[in-house]
Each structure stands twice: as structure tokens, then as C-alpha cells.
């Protein structure tokens, strides 16, 4: 079936650090990919998504891109801040009832 | 900016208990969802909801659980009588509809069951 792996966390980088979130896929037809982040004590909140090979998906600061080639849609960031310490989730949908398949989910803790 | 509202944030029950998480979906949106995440574990798709009625479940969504649109506003996940492994953070999302296929979701439900 459709699945999502995500590289395992925590990751703990230093402000101002560049982030790398790996993200591979395995689906039947064509997925649209999305970036989910969860701030401590808050909802799931999309970050950016991109719904065909070679989009790239950006907001605030961060960016993806849909690579078909090696079924990845890798979370990226050159800068990171305190405040994007959150836990991050990859996720796919490929029905038309955008149910989405989810990642485990990846902490990432910016030290100042 | 519209959002997905949800109460509580936290409830503790026994086990065997009812329990209704509630929802409330942005107005304008049509297709409703319940997700849940145990602890540790992947976010998992329990249910979909259009047009008053059950487009899609898991396997996970047996007979214990129910969901309903009792008015024009709320959408509730019902659990009829609770189970250890049934503590969970619950999350509800909407989605607008119309080929939009971005869930907007809300800030989750945390269940635990004793």
C-alpha cells in the first residue's frame, strides 16, 4: 500500500543552521505531497505542498520539491530559527477523497 | 483566518465510558475528517464525512465509534465505550471542497483513557 517514511528524529541543530527533512514515498498513480508542522500545543498546520513531479512547494522560508525520479519530496530550510522548533510531518494523497497517509513525524529542536 | 475548533483539549475517562470529541469544521467547508495520533506513533485516518453521511472509514473505525453532524456547525466523534488502546490525540479537519485538497485541521483532542 501508499507509505510515507521520514527520517527519524530528534534533530538538533544550532540557529542558523541548514536543515535537511528527508521524505520518501511509495504510491500507486500520482500523489500530491504535502508538509505538515506542529508547534508544541497546537494543531497540524500545512506548510507547503506540491501536487506534481518537479513542483517545489515553499512558505516561510522553507522549500520541497517533487521528485518522481527518486520518490522524495525532502524538507529544506538555510536558515533555521528557535522558533521553527516543531515536530514536522510528511504526508501524501493520492484519492479523491484526500485522505492522507502520514509520515511518523519528525522533531526538530533549534538551539539558540 | 478560519479555523477548525475543537473541545476538549483534554479528557480523562475510564474504561467502558462514552466519550464525545467534538468539532467544530470551518463554515464554508463540506468534507469533514478525524484523524488520530497515539502517542509515539504515525498519525492515522479514521473517518471522512460528506453530505451527512460516511464517505470513507478504516479498519480502525469499528463499531465503537460513530460520527455525526447534528446541526450545521458541529461534527462529533462518538467512542461508545472506551478502550485503553483508544487513548489517543483525535485531530478533526475540513476540507472546502470544490478539487481544494488542503485539510485544514484543529488543534486536536487528547484522549486518555485509565
Known amino acids: 500500500g501508499d507509505s510515507v517514511t521520514q527520517m527519524e528524529g530528534p534533530v538538533t541543530l544550532s540557529e542558523e543552521a541548514f536543515l535537511t527533512i528527508n521524505c520518501t514515498y511509495t504510491?500507486?498513480?500520482?500523489?500530491?505531497l504535502f508538509w505538515y508542522v506542529q508547534y508544541p500545543g497546537e494543531g497540524l498546520q500545512l506548510l507547503l505542498k506540491?501536487?506534481?513531479a518537479d513542483d517545489k512547494g515553499s512558505n516561510k522560508g522553507f522549500e520541497a520539491t517533487y521528485r518522481k525520479e527518486t520518490t522524495s519530496f525532502h524538507l529544506e530550510k538555510g536558515s533555521v530559527q528557535v522558533s521553527d522548533s516543531a515536530v514536522y510531518f510528511c504526508?501524501?494523497?493520492?484519492?479523491?477523497?484526500?485522505?492522507?497517509?502520514w509520515g511518523a513525524g519528525t522533531k526538530l529542536i533549534i538551539k539558540p | 483566518e478560519p479555523e477548525v475548533t475543537q473541545t476538549p483539549s483534554h479528557q480523562v475517562t475510564q474504561m467502558g465510558q462514552e466519550v464525545i470529541l467534538r468539532c467544530v469544521p470551518i463554515?464554508?467547508?463540506?468534507?469533514f475528517y478525524w484523524y488520530r495520533q497515539i502517542l509515539g506513533q504515525k498519525v492515522e485516518f479514521l473517518v471522512s464525512?460528506?453530505?451527512?453521511?460516511?464517505?470513507?472509514k478504516s479498519e480502525i473505525f469499528d463499531d465503537q465509534f460513530s460520527v455525526e453532524r447534528p446541526d450545521g456547525s458541529n461534527f462529533t466523534l462518538k467512542i461508545r465505550s472506551t478502550k485503553l488502546e483508544d487513548s489517543a490525540m483525535y485531530f478533526c479537519?475540513?476540507?472546502?471542497?470544490?478539487?481544494?485538497?488542503?485539510?485544514?485541521f484543529g488543534a486536536g483532542s487528547r484522549l486518555t483513557v485509565l
Open positions: 464525512f460528506y453530505n451527512n453521511e460516511i464517505s470513507e
Open positions: 506540491a501536487t506534481k
Open positions: 504510491a500507486t498513480g500520482y500523489p500530491s
Open positions: 504526508a501524501l494523497s493520492t484519492d479523491s477523497n484526500y485522505q492522507l497517509i
Open positions: 463554515s464554508n467547508h463540506l468534507y
Open positions: 479537519a475540513s476540507r472546502q471542497g470544490s478539487g481544494a485538497n488542503v485539510l485544514t
